[in-house]
């Protein structure tokens, strides 16, 4: 009940918060000067081609009477449709959102084991070679950009050993699982940047959980290694490490953005910034909203799940 | 109690403490070196960065050692002049971020705690955005601005900042030589100044190198995404896109900018790693 509760004042929160945010990002594309009018009318429009594209376009009336046209349209499930090709914005992210959620969820199924185990092991080492030598990797990994990791797989694995596509060439109407190849090297960039991410904030998780009384107790009775690690520190680093696990996600939607971009891969990320190149500002307020919807709902998500586990470990508030 | 029976660290051999101690001379270097090369090449390309000269991707030869790009331009020129824009777009980014986060992060310390409270958790909503998308929309909004770029840049890495130094400000208030002068009549302002600005000096520059990192990473993407200022001015991140497509026709067109990028964000990236071990073990 409790349980319910709190995921209940969470949702209400987060829509808050999208309501917010979607009003930001509908007064930055719609009302500052990247003016859709001169991207429909084209560059030299005459002024009164202008001023009919203009109220054609319904711009001619107060920004925020546009928002809540835009707004209760949306709610009903109506994002207006994009000025390029006139398609409906929720076609595209029908069509284009499941992609990146295989992209991203596969990537998720490579990250979080794999920073499972660095995470333990190197937490649980906290000084040695071994922890240094990781996270110093993790380090030099977060900070290159993802098109620059992308880049440089693209040169080894495409070009010179020449084993997998250079970009994602996904058969027409068909799903990126039609060409699993295409989806090897976005998968592998974006778990390399995810393992950066989460490695370090898994390894303080755990480095904190191992310091606990109750480890130290474990570690003082005879229990090492493996055991120690699974019985003991892991379901006491749980809680934090889903939290770590979540912002990981939440990174790895603007991670996802750049390197659909660098494969061409079929996903929203690549539409989001054929939009922004083409001032197609439909498109963009919706990719943006729905792209801060799926944000939100991760991080309530792993709000929920944190609390889940917390509630049964008996030590939720 | 528990600390008493294990250490939280394993303590280091003293020889490799102090090896880690050393002031890391050689990554210095190497930043200083890439910087000097980003800020200082615009001034010596051999030719201009922006004119055909050749046939698409020619090889390395003594004209053009690097060769040429997808256009036939000059690949070292656009090497040389393609790093100021980021470092400076990167600089300026980070500055107003930094100047944004110190701003917000000290009033919402000195404010009450719930108007303090309440700041920051309209910085917090902010944070939701992933960086990339506030540059996107940014982008959209302002077509072909640099500007843009760096308001981006800074919105995106604020409110990080302004959690940071609120809590380092926060332990500052707290302590007892504040309540001390506070207790004889200094003002609001003077507190401001010779307590808690001083004090919080460390962890404001170790925030600041650490959204440097963050800087430079969004930038760089900005250009290899083709936002900021457009056309045919060189930039490494664009020069990445670019010449991507023809990665098998000549290699050195995209690996030459895209290797630069690592240097250059490892560099700062390990240098700012660095920077916090340093000043956060000098603290505690």
């Known amino acids: ?70 707004a209760a349209d949306a709610v009903r499930g109506d994002l207006g449709h994009g000025f390029v090709g006139e398609r409906p914005v929720t076609d595209i992210l029908a069509t284009r959102l499941p992609n990146s959620l295989l992209l991203a969820g596969l990537t998720l199924a490579v990250t979080a084991p794999l920073a499972t185990l660095l995470g333990l092991w190197t937490g649980l080492r906290g000084g040695g070679t071994a922890d240094r030598v990781v996270s110093t990797g993790a380090q030099v990994l977060a900070a290159i950009p993802e098109f620059v990791v992308a880049a440089l797989l693209v040169a080894v694995l495409a070009v010179w050993a020449g084993v997998l596509p250079r970009v994602s060439v996904v058969p027409l109407g068909g799903t990126p699982l039609d060409a699993p190849r295409a989806l090897v090297l976005p998968v592998l960039t974006l778990s390399a ?22 480890c130290e107790a474990a ?9 120690l690690a699974v019985r003991h520190v892991l379901p006491n680093a749980a809680g934090p490490a889903v939290q770590a696990l979540t912002l990981t996600t939440g990174a790895l939607v603007g991670s996802a953005v750049v390197v659909e971009n660098v494969f061409d891969y079929p996903g929203i990320g690549r539409e989001l910034q054929l939009a922004v190149a083409a001032r197609d500002v439909p498109m963009v307020q919706g990719i943006a909203t729905a792209l801060v919807a799926v944000m939100l709902l991760v991080l309530l998500l792993g709000d929920v799940c944190a609390r889940l586990i917390g509630a049964r470990e008996g030590h939720g508030r | 109690m528990t600390t008493a029976l294990t250490p939280r660290r394993r303590p280091g051999t003293p020889a490799r403490r ?21 800020l200082l090449g615009p001034l010596v390309p051999p030719h201009s960065p922006t ?50 986060g110190m701003a917000a992060g000290v009033l919402a310390a000195m404010v009450s705690r719930r108007l303090g409270d309440l700041l920051v958790r309209c910085v917090d909503a902010l944070a939701v955005l992933p960086p990339l998308l506030v540059v996107l929309v940014l982008a959209a909004g302002f077509p072909g601005s640099g500007a843009a770029v760096v308001a981006a840049v800074a919105l995106a890495t604020a409110p990080f900042s302004t959690r940071v130094l609120r809590a380092a400000a926060d332990t500052v208030l707290a302590s007892g030589y504040v309540e001390a002068a506070r207790a004889r009549g200094d003002t609001r302002r003077a507190v401001l100044r010779h307590d808690v600005l001083p004090n919080i000096a460390g962890p404001a520059l170790v925030d600041t190198a650490l959204r440097l990192v963050a800087s430079l990473h969004l930038t760089a993407t900005a250009g290899f995404l083709g936002l900021g200022p457009g056309g045919a001015a060189p930039d490494w991140g664009r020069m990445v896109s670019e010449n991507a497509p023809g990665a098998t026709l000549a290699a050195a067109p995209f ?23 340093t000043v956060g073990r000098g603290a505690a």
């Open chain 2, 255 to 277: 690996l030459a900018p895209a290797l630069l990028l690592v240097l250059l964000s490892v560099c700062v990236g390990l240098l700012a790693g660095r920077l916090a071990d």
């Open chain 2, 18 to 38: 102090s090896a880690r101690r050393r002031p890391p001379l050689l990554l210095g270097a190497a930043t200083l070196l890439v910087v000097l090369l980003a």
């Open chain 1, 193 to 214: 940047v995810g393992l950066a991410v989460a490695t370090r904030l898994l390894r303080v998780s755990v480095a904190d959980a191992a310091a606990t009384p109750y």
């Open chain 1, 219 to 227: 570690r003082l009775g005879g229990v090492r290694g493996i055991r």
């Open chain 2, 51 to 100: 004119a055909q000269l050749a046939a698409p991707f020619q090889r390395p030869d003594g004209a053009f050692p690097l060769g040429t790009d997808v256009l036939g331009r000059d690949v070292a020129s656009r090497v040389l002049g393609g790093g100021r824009t980021i470092v400076l777009t990167a600089l300026a980014g980070t500055a107003a971020a930094g100047a944004v």
């Open chain 1, 1 to 70: 009940m409790n349980l319910l509760a709190f995921a209940g004042r969470r949702l209400a929160g987060a829509a808050v918060l999208l309501v917010l945010l979607s009003a930001a990002v509908f007064a930055v594309t719609a009302v500052l000067p990247g003016d859709a009018v001169s991207a429909v009318a084209g560059v030299d429009a005459s002024a009164a081609q202008r001023a009919d594209v203009r109220a054609g376009l319904g711009l001619d009336r107060p920004a925020a009477e546009r928002y809540a046209a835009w």
